[in-house]
């Protein structure tokens, strides 16, 4: 699961969750579908407030938590 906290880091979050994608071989609509049930508390609220491409194409989603919950340091390294 992935809460939004600052001491989460997405990157290893999204690894994370790519890798039991791909084992699934899940499309992209189920990525979208299955990220969201694993967003808690921050995330989950910001979840609802995104717009339908954002709640349902994983590489929109992605890319827009990224943008929202990635520390920059960690995006330069």
Request: charged content about 20%; aromatic content about 12%; proline content about 3%.
């Amino acid at each position: 699961s992935f809460s939004g906290l600052p001491t989460e880091n997405i990157l290893t979050w999204i690894d994370h969750f790519e890798n039991v994608a791909s084992y699934h071989q899940w499309t992209d609509l189920r990525k979208a579908l299955e990220a969201r049930t694993s967003l808690e508390t921050i995330a989950a609220t910001w979840f609802t407030q995104q717009n339908i491409p954002t709640k349902q194409i994983w590489t929109v989603l992605k890319e827009q938590l990224l943008k929202s919950f990635a520390n920059k340091n960690i995006t330069q390294t």
